[in-house]
Structure formats: structure tokens, C-alpha cells
């Protein structure tokens, strides 16, 4: 992925309150140097 200029972001939590339709997730997360991770803040908006 990482190759690809793309991003994944594993193991959220309380995505079960969201609904189904209708919501926007914001990440924010730190410009690695050479890390293969690193931690990501994510908001649901809903």
C-alpha cells in the first residue's frame, strides 16, 4: 500500500456507533521518515 502513495489505518474502535450512512471520518497523523508505523488520530463526524 505504502508504495502505492496509500494509507491504511487498522484497529479503530466505537465504529458501531456510527451509522450506517451519513458519516465522514477525519485522520490526521505524523510524516513518518522511516517508520513502517506510527499512531493516527481519527474523528468520526456524524
Given at each position: ?31 513518518p ?14
Open positions: 500500500m505504502l508504495g502505492q502513495n496509500r494509507w491504511q489505518i487498522e484497529l479503530l474502535a466505537n465504529l458501531d456507533g456510527l451509522p450506517e450512512k451519513g458519516a465522514a471520518l477525519v485522520a490526521t497523523w505524523p510524516k521518515l522511516e517508520g513502517s508505523g506510527f499512531p493516527a488520530r481519527v474523528f468520526a463526524i456524524h
